[in-house]
């Protein structure tokens, strides 16, 4: 089955620093989304992005479908930032949709 | 808010017994996801229905069952429970089937329940 890789699974800033995260997928997709998983446990759609670009306040994202890959990036970041963000996808050979082991954001104050 | 409900909350309950997870779908919403998260296996799709139907199995195991019902509510059945049972499990809906010729719908979490096997 498809397998999706994110990438750095751990990140340490300062509130206000720019972040960069990746997402690699082995296989075209149909659907990928972004979600924020807060450290409540609530997970929170971020952006719905098989291909293209979007932007949301000072979240934006990056999917270029032909090099199977996906970029969120956060700008300005503050400590309700933190939180874990998961890349989910549907594609390849069957319907299962997979996600990514995470990247864990801890903004410190 | 999502608009995807779940009850109860939080779960306690012993080994061996049986427990069933509720979650109501966005209004509109025909597919209905279940997914467990664990500490070791991460975020894991179990199952999906689409209007009644189900649709797509994922690591579900046989001790797990899952229904849609006509009102479109879905329960998740847990039986023969164990130590490692214990988990987040979350529902989330869509408007249309996943696969269809346009792509995929986008999907919305509940809240999740909590599961504790003692």
């Known amino acids: 089955g498809i397998q999706v890789e994110q990438s750095p699974p751990d990140l340490i800033l300062q509130e206000g620093a720019n972040s960069t995260l990746r997402c690699n997928f082995s296989?075209?997709?149909?659907?990928l989304q972004w979600f924020h998983q807060n450290p409540w446990g609530q997970l929170i759609n971020l952006f719905y992005?098989?291909?293209g670009t979007k932007q949301n306040g000072r979240l934006s994202a990056t999917t270029v479908a032909t090099e199977r890959y996906s970029l969120l990036y956060i700008s300005s970041s503050q400590t309700t930032d933190s939180g874990v963000y998961f890349c989910?996808?549907?594609?390849?050979?069957?319907?299962?949709?997979?996600f990514g082991k995470g990247t864990r954001l801890h903004i410190l104050p | 808010d999502s608009g995807v409900t779940q009850t109860p909350k939080h779960l306690i309950t012993a080994t061996g017994q049986r427990v069933t997870l509720r979650c109501s779908p966005r209004?509109?919403?025909?597919?209905v996801y279940w997914y467990q998260q664990s500490l070791d296996q991460g975020l894991q799709f179990l199952i999906q229905?689409?209007?009644?139907?189900?649709?797509a199995k994922g690591n579900i195991l046989e001790r797990f069952s899952a229904q849609q019902f006509p009102d479109l509510h879905s329960e998740l059945n847990l039986s023969s429970l164990e130590l490692g049972d214990s988990a987040l499990y979350f529902c989330?809906?869509?408007?249309?089937?996943?696969?269809?010729?346009?792509?995929?719908?986008?999907?919305?979490f509940g809240p999740g329940t909590r599961l504790t096997v003692l």
């Open positions: 992005i098989p291909s």
């Open positions: 209004s509109g919403d025909l597919s």
């Open positions: 229905y689409y209007n009644g139907e189900e649709r």
């Open positions: 989330a809906s869509s408007v249309r089937l996943a696969g269809a010729a346009k792509g995929y719908n986008e999907q919305f």
């Open positions: 989910a996808v549907i594609g390849g050979r069957d319907d299962k949709i997979i």
């Open positions: 296989d075209s997709v149909n659907n």
